[in-house]
Protein backbone atom coordinates (compact mmCIF):
# COMPACT_ATOMS: atom_id res chain seq x y z
CA UNK A 1 0.00 0.00 0.00
CA UNK A 2 1.20 4.11 -0.93
CA UNK A 3 1.86 5.61 2.02
CA UNK A 4 1.91 9.08 2.93
CA UNK A 5 3.16 10.15 6.23
CA UNK A 6 3.04 13.58 7.97
CA UNK A 7 5.20 14.22 10.53
CA UNK A 8 2.82 15.94 13.06
CA UNK A 9 -1.00 14.94 13.65
CA UNK A 10 -1.63 18.36 16.18
CA UNK A 11 0.36 21.28 16.03
CA UNK A 12 0.45 24.37 18.21
CA UNK A 13 3.15 27.11 17.35
CA UNK A 14 2.66 31.24 17.97
CA UNK A 15 2.65 33.98 15.36
CA UNK A 16 5.89 35.19 13.99
CA UNK A 17 7.49 31.30 14.38
CA UNK A 18 9.09 29.64 11.86
CA UNK A 19 6.83 26.18 11.18
CA UNK A 20 8.16 23.29 9.28
CA UNK A 21 5.68 20.74 7.57
CA UNK A 22 7.07 17.53 6.60
CA UNK A 23 5.68 14.77 4.38
CA UNK A 24 6.93 11.25 3.22
CA UNK A 25 6.11 9.27 0.37
CA UNK A 26 7.23 5.46 0.05
CA UNK A 27 6.24 4.80 -3.39
CA UNK A 28 8.49 6.64 -5.69
CA UNK A 29 5.76 8.95 -6.83
CA UNK A 30 7.17 11.84 -8.76
CA UNK A 31 3.97 14.31 -7.80
CA UNK A 32 3.43 15.76 -4.23
CA UNK A 33 1.35 18.53 -3.20
CA UNK A 34 0.48 20.15 0.01
CA UNK A 35 -3.31 21.39 0.12
CA UNK A 36 -5.20 23.39 3.23
CA UNK A 37 -8.57 22.15 4.28
CA UNK A 38 -10.77 24.81 5.88
CA UNK A 39 -14.39 24.68 6.26
CA UNK A 40 -16.69 25.70 3.82
CA UNK A 41 -14.10 26.38 1.46
CA UNK A 42 -12.37 22.60 0.93
CA UNK A 43 -9.19 21.92 -0.66
CA UNK A 44 -7.12 24.77 -1.63
CA UNK A 45 -4.11 23.80 -3.40
CA UNK A 46 -0.66 25.30 -1.62
CA UNK A 47 1.80 24.63 -4.05
CA UNK A 48 3.06 21.23 -6.16
CA UNK A 49 6.11 19.34 -7.25
CA UNK A 50 6.44 17.74 -10.46
CA UNK A 51 10.40 16.43 -9.57
CA UNK A 52 13.13 16.80 -6.93
CA UNK A 53 13.80 20.71 -6.69
CA UNK A 54 10.99 21.60 -8.92
CA UNK A 55 8.11 23.34 -7.98
CA UNK A 56 4.85 25.30 -8.87
CA UNK A 57 2.82 27.60 -6.88
CA UNK A 58 -1.02 26.89 -6.55
CA UNK A 59 -3.76 28.56 -6.31
CA UNK A 60 -3.04 30.30 -2.19
CA UNK A 61 1.00 30.37 -1.97
CA UNK A 62 1.47 33.71 -0.13
CA UNK A 63 3.08 32.61 2.98
CA UNK A 64 4.21 29.77 2.09
CA UNK A 65 7.14 28.24 1.14
CA UNK A 66 8.09 24.42 0.14
CA UNK A 67 11.09 22.26 -0.59
CA UNK A 68 11.80 19.58 -2.27
CA UNK A 69 15.61 18.04 -1.97
CA UNK A 70 14.66 14.56 -1.98
CA UNK A 71 12.23 12.50 -3.83
CA UNK A 72 10.27 10.90 -1.15
CA UNK A 73 10.04 14.41 0.98
CA UNK A 74 7.84 17.34 0.60
CA UNK A 75 8.13 19.99 3.00
CA UNK A 76 5.95 23.31 3.27
CA UNK A 77 7.44 26.43 5.25
CA UNK A 78 5.52 28.90 7.21
CA UNK A 79 8.29 31.67 7.12
CA UNK A 80 6.35 33.73 10.09
CA UNK A 81 3.56 31.79 11.00
CA UNK A 82 0.10 34.02 11.59
CA UNK A 83 -3.28 33.12 13.22
CA UNK A 84 -5.08 33.08 9.55
CA UNK A 85 -2.88 30.47 8.83
CA UNK A 86 -4.26 27.87 11.21
CA UNK A 87 -5.41 24.92 9.07
CA UNK A 88 -6.25 21.57 8.33
CA UNK A 89 -2.85 20.67 6.34
CA UNK A 90 -2.55 17.85 4.06
CA UNK A 91 0.18 16.25 1.79
CA UNK A 92 -0.15 14.44 -1.25
CA UNK A 93 1.84 11.82 -3.38
CA UNK A 94 0.59 11.03 -6.78
CA UNK A 95 2.31 9.11 -10.61
CA UNK A 96 2.87 11.57 -13.14
CA UNK A 97 0.24 9.64 -14.96
CA UNK A 98 -3.63 10.04 -14.70
CA UNK A 99 -4.73 8.09 -11.45
CA UNK A 100 -5.51 9.33 -8.13
CA UNK A 101 -3.39 11.18 -5.47
CA UNK A 102 -2.95 9.54 -2.09
CA UNK A 103 -3.17 11.20 0.67
CA UNK A 104 -1.51 12.09 4.51
CA UNK A 105 -3.61 11.85 7.63
CA UNK A 106 -3.22 15.36 7.88
CA UNK A 107 -1.80 18.09 10.06
CA UNK A 108 -3.83 20.18 12.51
CA UNK A 109 -2.36 23.47 13.10
CA UNK A 110 -2.89 25.83 15.20
CA UNK A 111 -1.24 29.13 15.52
CA UNK A 112 -1.71 31.61 18.44
CA UNK B 1 -9.57 27.13 -15.56
CA UNK B 2 -11.31 23.75 -13.93
CA UNK B 3 -13.85 24.06 -11.75
CA UNK B 4 -15.80 21.83 -9.29
CA UNK B 5 -19.26 22.24 -7.80
CA UNK B 6 -20.43 20.29 -5.06
CA UNK B 7 -23.97 21.31 -5.13
CA UNK B 8 -25.01 20.53 -1.48
CA UNK B 9 -22.85 21.25 1.40
CA UNK B 10 -24.89 18.80 4.09
CA UNK B 11 -27.33 16.15 3.26
CA UNK B 12 -29.17 14.68 6.30
CA UNK B 13 -30.57 11.61 5.48
CA UNK B 14 -31.85 8.30 7.20
CA UNK B 15 -30.20 5.06 7.76
CA UNK B 16 -31.21 2.76 5.30
CA UNK B 17 -32.36 5.63 2.79
CA UNK B 18 -30.57 6.14 -0.66
CA UNK B 19 -28.61 9.20 -1.12
CA UNK B 20 -27.15 11.11 -3.66
CA UNK B 21 -24.30 13.80 -3.59
CA UNK B 22 -24.38 15.65 -7.04
CA UNK B 23 -21.11 16.74 -8.60
CA UNK B 24 -20.71 18.65 -11.48
CA UNK B 25 -17.59 19.84 -13.25
CA UNK B 26 -16.54 22.21 -16.45
CA UNK B 27 -13.61 21.11 -18.36
CA UNK B 28 -13.45 21.66 -22.17
CA UNK B 29 -10.64 18.46 -22.34
CA UNK B 30 -11.20 14.78 -21.23
CA UNK B 31 -10.48 14.75 -17.35
CA UNK B 32 -10.87 11.84 -14.75
CA UNK B 33 -12.99 11.79 -12.15
CA UNK B 34 -12.58 10.91 -8.57
CA UNK B 35 -14.66 10.62 -5.23
CA UNK B 36 -13.02 10.96 -2.11
CA UNK B 37 -14.05 10.26 1.27
CA UNK B 38 -12.87 12.25 4.52
CA UNK B 39 -13.59 10.94 8.29
CA UNK B 40 -13.41 13.43 11.15
CA UNK B 41 -9.73 14.31 11.85
CA UNK B 42 -8.01 12.20 8.82
CA UNK B 43 -6.67 12.33 5.42
CA UNK B 44 -8.56 11.92 2.19
CA UNK B 45 -9.21 8.35 1.29
CA UNK B 46 -10.03 7.26 -2.54
CA UNK B 47 -13.41 6.01 -2.61
CA UNK B 48 -13.98 5.16 -6.20
CA UNK B 49 -12.38 6.16 -9.39
CA UNK B 50 -13.24 7.19 -13.49
CA UNK B 51 -10.64 7.05 -15.83
CA UNK B 52 -12.00 5.01 -18.59
CA UNK B 53 -14.23 2.31 -19.73
CA UNK B 54 -17.78 1.58 -18.32
CA UNK B 55 -19.17 4.97 -17.41
CA UNK B 56 -20.97 3.29 -13.86
CA UNK B 57 -18.07 2.73 -11.29
CA UNK B 58 -18.20 0.76 -7.84
CA UNK B 59 -16.66 0.38 -5.18
CA UNK B 60 -16.55 -1.93 -2.21
CA UNK B 61 -18.71 -0.36 0.59
CA UNK B 62 -21.76 -0.19 -1.65
CA UNK B 63 -21.36 3.40 -3.32
CA UNK B 64 -21.60 3.71 -6.78
CA UNK B 65 -20.82 7.08 -9.23
CA UNK B 66 -21.92 7.25 -13.19
CA UNK B 67 -19.95 9.46 -15.37
CA UNK B 68 -22.09 11.69 -17.65
CA UNK B 69 -20.00 13.75 -20.47
CA UNK B 70 -22.88 15.20 -22.08
CA UNK B 71 -24.06 16.57 -18.42
CA UNK B 72 -20.41 16.87 -16.99
CA UNK B 73 -21.91 15.22 -13.83
CA UNK B 74 -19.90 12.25 -11.52
CA UNK B 75 -22.96 11.89 -9.16
CA UNK B 76 -22.40 9.57 -6.05
CA UNK B 77 -25.04 7.51 -4.99
CA UNK B 78 -25.84 4.57 -2.70
CA UNK B 79 -29.31 2.70 -2.08
CA UNK B 80 -28.67 2.68 1.42
CA UNK B 81 -26.90 4.34 3.74
CA UNK B 82 -25.42 3.14 7.33
CA UNK B 83 -24.49 5.34 10.26
CA UNK B 84 -20.83 4.15 9.26
CA UNK B 85 -20.58 6.43 6.05
CA UNK B 86 -20.92 9.80 7.72
CA UNK B 87 -18.23 11.30 6.86
CA UNK B 88 -16.77 14.32 4.01
CA UNK B 89 -17.10 13.38 0.67
CA UNK B 90 -15.10 15.16 -2.23
CA UNK B 91 -15.19 15.36 -5.56
CA UNK B 92 -12.22 15.50 -7.78
CA UNK B 93 -11.32 16.31 -11.35
CA UNK B 94 -7.75 15.74 -13.03
CA UNK B 95 -7.02 16.37 -16.11
CA UNK B 96 -4.07 15.38 -18.32
CA UNK B 97 -1.41 16.33 -16.31
CA UNK B 98 -0.56 16.89 -12.79
CA UNK B 99 -3.10 19.01 -11.25
CA UNK B 100 -5.93 18.12 -9.25
CA UNK B 101 -9.03 19.77 -8.72
CA UNK B 102 -11.54 19.58 -5.61
CA UNK B 103 -15.27 20.98 -4.93
CA UNK B 104 -15.72 22.18 -1.66
CA UNK B 105 -17.31 19.29 -0.13
CA UNK B 106 -20.30 17.37 1.04
CA UNK B 107 -20.95 16.50 4.48
CA UNK B 108 -23.02 13.75 4.56
CA UNK B 109 -24.63 13.04 7.90
CA UNK B 110 -26.49 10.03 8.47
CA UNK B 111 -29.22 9.77 10.90
CA UNK B 112 -30.43 6.61 13.31
Known amino acids: DVKVTQSSRYLVKRTGEKVFLECVQDMDHENMFWYRQDPGLGLRLIYFSYDVKMKEKGDIPEGYSVSREKKERFSLILESASTNQTSMYLC???????????FGQGTRLTVV | AQSVTQLDSQVPVFEEAPVELRCNYS??????LFWYVQYPNQGLQLLLKYLSGSTLVKSINGFEAEFNKSQTSFHLRKPSVHISDTAEYFCAVRKTGNQFYFGTGTSLTVIP
Open chain 2, 27 to 32: SSVSVY
Open chain 1, 92 to 102: ASSLVRDTEAF
